[in-house]
Nanobody, 115 residues
């Protein structure tokens, strides 16, 4: 079965950092473009970062460009999101999934940026 298990979230102060991890299973991971999404209270889920199948191409939302960095390890079926210089606006539940989302979603991991 397709599963995405996100971890690494927590409470940090503005300017701090977190590294999120996603363990994927149940599909051919190395054939999928992978993405990180987030959803803040009262807002729609949005794409924040994306990485090609071999990791050679990445894309970021303007709001996180230069601060967040996505990577993947196809040998371990994992995707990571390094989040630096965190802002209160980054507070959200973060999810990983295939590019474009889909019918399978994990529970996400909560990131709270607050002083």
């Amino acid at each position: 079965q397709v599963q995405f298990v996100e971890s690494g979230g927590g409470l940090v102060q503005p300017g701090g950092w977190l590294r999120l991890s996603c363990a994927a299973s149940g599909f051919a991971f190395n054939n999928k473009v992978m993405s990180w999404y987030r959803q803040a209270p009262g807002k729609e889920r949005e794409l924040v970062a994306q990485i090609s199948t071999l990791g050679g191409t990445t894309n970021y939302a303007d709001s996180v460009k230069g601060r967040f960095f996505i990577s993947r390890d196809n040998a371990k079926n994992t995707v990571t999101l390094q989040m630096n210089s965190l802002k209160t606006e980054d507070t959200a539940v973060y999810y990983c999934n295939w590019a474009g989302g889909g019918r399978y979603w994990g529970q996400g991991t909560q990131v709270t940026v607050s002083s």
